[in-house]
Nanobody, 122 residues
Framework: QVQLVESGGGSVQAGGSLRLSCAAS????????MAWFRQAPGKEREGVAA????????NYADSVKGRFTISQDNAKNTLYLQMNSLKPEDTAMYYC???????????????WGQGTQVTVSS
């Protein structure tokens, strides 16, 4: 089992920055990839960014490329999402996940956190 706890959300004006954190605990040594997702009211959940724990390679959704950076600190078992140049359309609940199909390519849903709210005002 892996437990994930997100933090760092909040309210910010357009153009501002936030850094989200996702603290992982439990059996974290076998995690293959981690990812950030977001879901705005009335919209489907979308993958934002992913990182592969071994190679440290990353993937980003087109909507956040050049503005968001995913990273991980293995010593702290923490995943980060640095969000710069935020836009009102970035407003959503943000979730982190370990080994979701989005990056693992498998069918198992993976482990998910409870989410942290990000609100960007114009």
């Amino acid at each position: 089992q892996v437990q994930l706890v997100e933090s760092g959300g909040g309210s910010v004006q357009a153009g501002g920055s936030l850094r989200l954190s996702c603290a992982a605990s439990g059996y974290t040594s076998n995690i293959y990839c981690m990812a950030w997702f977001r879901q705005a009211p009335g919209k489907e959940r979308e993958g934002v960014a992913a990182i592969y724990t071994g190679s440290r390679s990353t993937n980003y959704a087109d909507s956040v490329k050049g503005r968001f950076t995913i990273s991980q600190d293995n010593a702290k078992n923490t995943l980060y999402l640095q969000m710069n140049s935020l836009k009102p359309e970035d407003t959503a609940m943000y979730y982190c996940a370990a080994d979701p199909p989005y990056c693992s390519g498998g069918y198992w849903q993976g482990y998910w956190g409870q989410g942290t709210q990000v609100t960007v005002s114009s």
